[in-house]
């Protein structure tokens, strides 16, 4: 997600007469400027990309969220103060800092990846939050294996 000005800029009066300018230079990636009379400005650019960065935003909103949230006392760390990613509270507070990086480091990927690893990123950590929300399944795969495992194919 980058932050770029549109090298193209049109008067509102451009849509009617200049249309197909004005739509080519909205499919740029930095997408078209029209200035309105009254001077509001209005980008008009692809609607995945606005789609795409608007994700983008929300996840790294989320990102500093959990790691703010996650440098205050336990007492103070509320669920409810997660939003949509409430269900990382249930994991330990270094899990939620691995988390919050490797979820940040996949939304950079977003415009080259697409959102297919962010989502795949956030369901196997909420497979490890049920994991640590759920403590006798947690104490079964964390425990030493005692009994020998010869019947095992590798």
Known sequence: MTAVMPESSFQATDLQR????????????????IRDKDGTNFLVSLAGRASRDGYAL??????????????LEDTQRDPALYGDLAWVAALPVDAQVEFAWAYANA?????????????DLIYDWQQTARVHRD????????????????HIEL
């Open 135 to 150: 403590t006798k399944l947690h104490g079964s795969l964390t425990n030493t294996i005692k009994t020998p495992l010869h």
């Open 58 to 71: 929300e996840g790294l909103t989320n990102v500093l969220r959990l790691l703010r949230l996650t440098s």
């Open 18 to 33: 200049n249309a197909r300018e004005v739509l080519n230079a909205a499919r740029t990636p930095e997408g078209a400027l």
């Open 107 to 119: 939304i950079q990927s977003i415009a080259s990846a697409g959102l297919g690893p962010v989502e």
